[in-house]
């Protein structure tokens, strides 16, 4: 093509913001939605409940015992309770939602995840429970709630619950559940009473009170766990989250340290629950409420102090049984034996059931008991149809639509720079819709890609090709999300009643494929978005890593027991521990650190890259929160943006950068070391990595400014929406509002992950000289020269000279 | 060895480019590193834009093209199942590689043109026999007289060359025609050019039939002399004295040589350069394919045969039984054959004749069908790339002469491609803003600049698409019959001495309004597309530049087809010659101060108005360069003027005998190194930015030009000249 386009380059370039604006993926307006259900009042009772309700968590959590049958003590306490208890003392619950808080925002919203309940609960009568309360926009007679449970509608009822949080109480009819793994969705249509913009679809929202959602079981018998398996119907508690007390009576002795871990790992494997936490302590307190475990780990010898009765046969080899202790409760888990070595091959027993081995790879990531069905694991190039993806069929009649999917990527992802997966889309609108509507895909709540839709008259996409940058996929699970704005006439009117009509106007079929490309794969040091996405690379370590710490600490013991079995989670395998290694002696072996700063080691502080003085200086700052002079600078020149030409320029500026994200990271050709990092003051937990002093192995340090700080920070941190969150070299968790920020990768060393292939080493060049630009620049110029002179010199060699 | 190595080196440092071009980079680093490439060649074309710097600029550019290619490849082109787009956009994916697949042929053609040759003029070379042929059909005797006369007049020696009139318009079967006025015509043409022929000195020959058309009347020549040399010239080319001097000698040099080709030199504008008045100051547009092309193909022994202006070898032509006839460019194909059989070629960059190219917009139509045509032909029967016993190189610079003539598809579908998306709403090229930015503009910047680095001072910017889209409209029925029927097209004589008295619109330049008011639809449709779909507004300002572009030059192209009338009938050269003004028996001081084939302007020194009348007759006498006698050629005055301290007179040539016409044709074509100068005047640069602000100038102009014509023809203020016989069919 010879015409040029060069008269018009400024043409195109002052105009092209125009057009960008008007794909607007402004993402503001969503924040304030969900916020605003966070205060309802706390005790005030639901007028529609039709039976006495459960007490209000807050009430219910000190002294509740949802299983106190055969245990004598609870009797007297329980008379203490309000009026509900000796009914509810009869029953088992099980709270169901595996998330701190589950928000339906928008006209359609859809989640689904899997609930393991014990055979006995399965067959048990039980009721479902359900708390929930919604925005006062929301239009009852137009939105629905649904909740099936294995399929099986259990609720369809109108959305109209917007002054008072509601309870509905409904049986769950027989032969609904079943022992294991129960699918439950829940969805919710919903629709505005007035507006029809696509702002206003922001302002719609149901919070599921998770508190109040539960399943209660009438058996007594459902309360107890009578098999090791039971462990994972563990569940979670009213906030979503899982405790494991582990009692280890011995825990300050060197030989204790590793089997302690271990058993986490498996437990946390079984169970694999999104929000796992452990307690570890020498003698516990009895805490026993849904979502907690109690697990007595130690020699028979030791258990006495802390047992009411040791089990019998402890004393004579290794043994893993549930036994029900008055001081904590029915279903205690004792792991124990005559020695450490017994008990190690009673762990093992338990540990087999979940562990794999190191080599083995995975096609799926297990992710059921937060999100359905488990995520496909891309290792190379592939095609998903979105039916295999979880995603049905879905028609639409409103104004946006949501739907999304999740697929896995391998720690050794290195494509985020160059590739683009494709969406072969498989949808219809009708005429009705107008251009101007279009069809976003997000990546992680990340605009990924936007398809106009730009004709009149309706249309059937066929596999219509959307390319997805891949710049926001990371290792682990992604979720990829389709988003539909559609635009009518009708809704521009927007007669009264408008907002409810039921004409169908979008539909996605769930032919739909995802293809993913082959990509580059090779691992780098740091990189904290692979140890949370597949524990990466701990995952893969063939001997017991070093895992150093402060033993006699118990928060410390806890912080390192649940942080290993969050990455054993993350890596679907047992990670083995070795916690006898001195600091010293790691070498250029994988290790983790886990220990409050005063406690690390100068070296490890310098080689993760944190500034010396940190250890001293950190933790007394706490409570100064400095405003921070570069934020409040961008605040104010954000504020005075727009108008006149320097708005035009500045709009320029944000369409190059959306457009090509160019950075001046993008113009280095060394990347040098980056400045040691100081954490501020508000960070509660900083985890850094770097690769070990010799190379080959990986470090890990977690580190807080206290023990305390340490055990929280932990906890906060393997919360399964912020473990997410952990990348880049350093990632601290703030103490305010539960931040995780990450400091991106200024440096790193690769890792060979796959045999040696022509087309993965150039995928991997390519990745790296797109993250490069100006490398790649000078590259492609200076063989452009050498080319130039090589072409002189045949030219001077062959054909006429003269 | 040293070759192999070099071949090898060579392999490498591509396989290298081709590495980094084939990575799928991200957007931002493909932006980056287009910019920095292109700020690298314009930094290159500011201060080493020659020798090995430029081929180091090329190959910057050849990467930034072959990333596009790569890009448009994989990542561009409508999907499938959407057979709507997919159809037209392949189209227009076909048609970017055809361009890709040229800009490379003519990257490998040009890298390294060979640098002019020295003059051999002075050298001391054996001097064989040649014959000269003088192939006409129906050209007048007066063209033909000068021709001849100016053959004669080479500087040989008269007993080892023969000058030849071949004439195909006396054949015995013209002159036996059925139309008994056309056998009278033949018959008086006959006669009349027998005698010219014979007061010149030249050897008349005609035939039987005119079988073959110009093939068979060289042919017909080959059989009937006997000279070492051919000299070929059309009737209306005109050598300069030094003609054989320079060329003969190459062919003792080498042994295997079969031809010498010498540039083409016009003396009157096409119409392309009269109505837009670019003669001039702008190169024409056949020095590019002169002045380089040729050049390049010499570097690879791959100069080939124009049909004039050149000196071949009997004895390669024996072997072939004579001149080719099977397409209508025989001269081309002749060449192929013999560069086939091993013969060699040698290109000569020094104008040593001078002719006249077509007037009218029609007649130049008429004559690119024809090469068009014929290279179809060739194409069709000769198969360059599968020649056998053509040298690689040989091949490549084949596939480039005759593919070249393939362009009207591709523009055709430049010019349709951006109204499928403003009209149909069609999805042909699927990219976005951002990617139309980082590829496809710095792709075409770089395209523009590439052409310029290669042909900078021989062809301005913008000019070789002006000239292929004028050509498109009527060429791409003549190349797509030619690809149906191709024994169908038979020679036509382009006829070259039409003049233009009035101003009208050429009889064939309805299809460019038409076309032009489509575009102009098209660029409404842009500015309503902007404002009502402006989701999409990006795309629509992308795609309605693009066809902002194709108005530009279908504007400029009604100009073209707005023929200027003119006064004078032919050009007119400078020349600056000493004379003696000869009238009424005085002999009066004065200046030649140019010439054209029917007249003179002399500027007469120390002569009184009231001398002067019109009408009166008068001679020139001068001193003739051929021999250095003088002599006196007869003229009538036409008109007269004062100047400051002379009297410029305008003069009609009378020439009554023979030796008149070597008078005339020393005038005008003696000296072959005016012709150097003139072409030498045009030749610049004027770089990319500045041409293409000229060209926008020129086409605005152009445009309302055209539109003024167009409404004058409308209103038939002046009807349009009968058609005339603009190109006579051969039998």
């Known amino acids: 093509m010879r015409i040029g386009f060069a008269p018009f380059a400024l043409l195109l370039l002052a105009a092209s913001p125009a057009g960008a604006q008007s794909n607007s993926f402004d993402m503001s307006t969503e924040k304030p939605a969900t916020p605003a259900p966070a205060a309802p009042a706390p005790g005030a009772p639901a007028p529609v409940a039709p039976v006495p309700a459960a007490p209000t968590p807050a009430a219910a959590t000190p002294t509740l015992a949802p299983n106190p049958a055969p245990v004598q003590q609870q009797a007297s306490p329980a008379a203490n309770e309000p009026i509900a208890a000796p009914e509810a003392a009869a029953q088992a619950r099980r709270y169901i939602v595996p998330f701190s808080d589950l928000v339906f925002s928008g006209e359609y919203a859809q989640r689904s995840w899997s609930v393991f309940l014990t055979p006995e609960q399965a067959a048990s009568k039980t009721e479902f429970h359900l708390g929930y309360q919604n925005a006062v926009v929301v239009a009852p007679e137009a939105s629905r709630l649904k909740v099936s449970i294995n399929g099986s509608s259990v609720v369809d009822a109108p959305i109209a619950s917007s002054d008072n949080p509601s309870d509905m109480v409904v049986d769950v009819p027989a032969n609904v559940l079943h022992a294991g793994l129960n699918d439950i969705v829940m969805s919710a249509v919903q629709r505005h009473r007035t507006d029809c913009t696509i702002e206003s679809t922001y302002e719609l929202w149901t919070q599921i009170e998770t508190g109040s959602t539960f399943l209660s079981f009438d058996d007594a018998d459902a309360g107890r766990w009578k098999r090791i398996e039971d462990v994972r119907a563990v569940g979670v508690d009213e906030n979503g989250s899982t405790t494991f007390n582990l009692i280890v009576p011995s825990m300050g002795q060197t030989i204790s340290t590793s089997p302690t871990v271990r058993l986490g790992e498996g437990l946390a494997l079984m169970a694999n629950m999104p929000n796992q936490s452990f307690n570890v302590s020498e003698s516990g307190s009895p805490s026993n409420k849904p979502g907690t475990a109690t697990i007595v780990l130690g020699p028979a010898s030791e258990l006495s102090n802390v047992l009411a009765t040791v089990p019998a046969g402890a004393e004579a080899g290794p043994i893993a049984t549930l036994v029900d202790d008055p001081k904590f409760g029915p279903s205690t888990l004792v792991v124990s034996g005559p020695n450490w070595q017994a008990i190690n091959m009673a762990i093992d027993d338990i540990a087999k059931q979940v562990d794999r081995p190191a080599t083995s790879l995975r096609a799926t990531l297990a992710t059921r008991t937060w999100r359905t069905p488990d995520v496909p694991m891309l290792l190379t190039a592939s095609n998903l149809k979105f039916s295999e993806l979880g995603v049905s069929t879905l028609e639409f009649a409103g104004r946006r639509v949501r739907t999304d999917f999740a697929v896995g990527v391998p720690s050794d992802f290195y494509a985020e720079a160059y590739g683009q997966a494709t969406i072969l889309l498989d949808a219809a609108y009708t005429q009705d819709v107008l251009p101007g509507s279009h069809i976003d895909v997000y990546v992680n709540d990340n605009i990924a890609a936007t398809v106009p839709i730009t004709t009149f008259g309706g249309e059937i996409l066929r596999h219509l090709p959307i390319k997805v940058t891949m710049r926001h996929f990371k290792p682990g699970a992604n979720t990829v999300a389709i988003e539909a704005v559609l635009m009518t006439q009708a809704d521009a009117t927007c007669a009264p009643g408008a907002t409810a009509q039921s004409g169908q106007r979008f539909v996605v079929f769930d032919s739909s494929e995802f293809v993913m490309p082959s990509f580059a794969r090779i691992a780098r040091t740091p990189n904290l978005a692979a140890i949370s996405g597949t524990g990466f690379p701990y995952s893969r370590a063939e001997y017991a890593i070093p895992l150093i710490m402060d033993r006699t600490q118990p928060e410390i013991i806890s912080a390192a027991v649940t942080f290993m079995a969050r990455i054993s989670v993350a890596a679907g395998r047992l990670i083995p521990v070795d916690s006898s290694t001195a600091a010293a002696a790691v070498g250029n072996r994988n290790a983790v650190f886990v220990s409050a700063i005063s406690q690390v080691p100068s070296a490890v502080l310098a080689q993760v890259g944190i500034s010396n003085q940190t250890s001293s200086a950190w933790g007394e700052t706490v409570a100064s929160i400095q405003p921070n002079t570069e934020a409040t600078f961008d605040q104010w020149r954000e504020k005075l943006r727009g108008g006149g030409w320097r708005g035009q320029v500045s709009s320029l500026q944000d369409w190059m950068n959306r457009t090509f994200n160019l950075s001046t990271n993008s113009f280095r050709i060394f990347p040098g070391r980056a400045p040691d990092f100081t954490p501020q003051g508000t960070a509660r937990l900083v985890i850094a990595q770097e690769a070990s002093p010799i190379s080959g192995g990986t470090w890990t340090l977690v580190t807080a400014p206290t023990v305390g700080a340490l055990r929280d920070g932990v906890r906060a941190l393997t919360d399964q929406t912020m473990w997410r969150k952990m990348g880049g070299r350093i990632t601290t968790v703030d103490a305010g509002e539960n931040k995780v920020s990450t400091l991106p990768v200024a440096r790193f060393d690769f890792f060979e992950t796959q045999p040696f292939s022509l087309a993965n080493y150039r995928l991997i060049v390519a990745n790296w000289l797109s993250a490069n630009a100006l490398s790649y620049a000078v590259i492609l110029i200076l063989l452009s020269i050498v080319l130039g002179f090589a072409t002189a010199g045949l030219l001077g060699s062959l054909g006429r000279k003269k | ?731």
Not at chain 2, 204 to 209: I, K, S
Request: hydrophobic share 45%; glycine share 6%.
């Open chain 2, 1 to 731: 060895m040293r070759k192999f190595l070099m071949v090898v080196q060579w392999a490498v440092a591509s396989a290298c480019v081709l590495t980094m071009v084939t990575l799928p980079i991200s957007l931002e680093t493909q932006l980056v590193a287009g910019m920095l490439v292109l700020f690298g060649m314009m930094v290159l074309k500011l201060i080493r834009p020659d020798g090995i710097w430029r081929l180091v600029a090329l190959a910057f550019g050849t990467a930034i093209v072959m990333r596009y290619v790569y890009w448009r490849t994989t990542s561009t082109l409508p999907p499938f199942n959407q057979l709507e787009n997919f159809i037209p956009g392949f189209l227009l994916y076909l048609a970017e590689l055809y361009s890709v697949m040229m800009l490379a042929l003519s990257l490998f053609v040009v890298a390294l043109p060979l640098a002019p040759r020295p003059s051999r003029a002075n050298s001391n070379d054996r001097l064989p026999t040649v014959d000269v042929f003088i192939p006409t059909y129906n050209e007048d005797a007066d063209l033909l007289a000068n021709t001849m006369a100016a053959a004669k007049g080479m500087d040989y020696p008269a007993d080892r060359v023969n000058v030849w009139l071949l004439d195909d318009g006396g054949t015995v079967q013209k002159r036996n025609a059925d139309k008994i006025g056309d056998a009278n015509n033949a018959q008086r043409r006959y006669e009349q050019l027998q005698k010219l022929s014979a007061d010149l000195g030249v050897k008349y020959l005609t035939r039987d039939r005119n079988e073959h058309a110009k093939a068979g009347n060289l042919n017909n020549g080959l059989a009937q002399s006997t000279g070492e040399l051919i000299a070929v010239f059309d009737a209306d080319h005109a050598p300069a004295r030094d003609f054989l001097k320079e060329t003969v000698g190459y062919f003792d040099e080498d042994p295997r040589l079969f031809l010498v080709q010498t540039p083409h030199f016009f003396l009157n504008p096409d119409p392309v350069e009269r109505n837009l008045r670019t003669f001039e100051n702008m190169p024409s547009e056949n020095e590019m394919f002169y002045g380089i092309i040729q050049r390049g193909l010499d570097k690879w022994n791959a100069a080939f045969f124009c049909g004039s202006a050149a000196v071949l070898r009997r004895a390669a032509l024996v072997e072939t039984k004579g001149f080719s006839g099977v397409s209508i460019t025989e001269d081309c194909e002749t060449a192929i054959e013999l560069h086939a059989r091993g013969w060699h070629s040698v290109y000569v960059d020094k104008p040593l004749i001078a002719g006249l190219q077509p007037a009218t917009f029609a007649s130049f139509i008429g004559q690119r069908s024809r090469w068009a045509q014929g290279m179809m032909q060739i194409l069709r029967f000769r198969f360059p790339p599968f020649k056998r016993g053509l040298s690689i190189p040989q091949r490549l610079c084949y596939m480039s002469s005759t593919l070249f003539w393939l362009f009207p598809f591709p523009r055709t579908i430049f010019l349709v491609a951006p109204l499928f998306y403003l009209f149909f709403d069609l999805q042909i090229f699927t990219a976005s803003g951002g990617e139309f930015m980082a590829y496809t503009l710095t792709y075409m910047i770089v395209n523009l600049m590439m052409q310029n680095y290669l042909y900078g001072a021989f062809r301005w910017p913008w000019v070789s698409e002006l000239y292929e889209y004028v050509q498109t409209v009527h060429l791409l029925p003549a190349v797509i019959s030619v690809i149906l029927n191709p024994r169908k097209p038979t020679f036509k004589v382009t006829a070259k001495d039409e003049s233009i008295t009035t101003s009208r619109l050429s009889e064939i330049g309805r299809p460019f309004f038409v076309i032009f008011g489509v575009l102009l639809v098209g660029v409404a449709m842009t500015v309503y597309k902007v404002y009502a779909e402006p989701f999409k507004a990006d795309v629509t300002l992308v795609v309605g530049g693009w066809n902002l572009i194709n108005l530009i030059m279908a504007g400029c192209a009604l100009g073209v087809v707005s023929e200027r009338g003119e006064r004078s009938a032919t050009r007119r050269v400078k020349v600056s010659r000493r004379c003696d003004f000869e009238l009424n028996g005085r002999s009066l001081q004065g200046t030649i101060e140019n010439v054209s084939a029917n007249g003179a302007r002399v500027l007469v020194f120390g002569a009184d108005l009231d001398e002067l009348s019109k009408d009166a007759e008068a001679g020139i006498r001068f001193k003739l360069f051929a021999d250095g006698s003088e002599a006196v050629l007869p003229v009538t005055i036409r008109n007269f003027e004062r100047t400051t301290d002379s009297i410029a007179i305008g003069c009609l040539y009378m020439p009554t005998e023979a030796v008149h016409h070597r008078l005339v044709a020393d005038l005008i074509f003696a000296n072959s190194k005016q012709w150097e100068q003139f072409q030498l005047s045009r030749r610049g640069n004027p770089g990319l930015l500045r041409g293409t602000f000229w060209f926008l100038r020129l086409a605005i102009f152009q445009t309302s030009r055209g539109l003024l014509y167009f409404w004058r023809d409308l209103r038939g203020a002046s009807a349009p000249l009968p058609a005339g016989q603009l190109a006579e069919k051969r039998t």
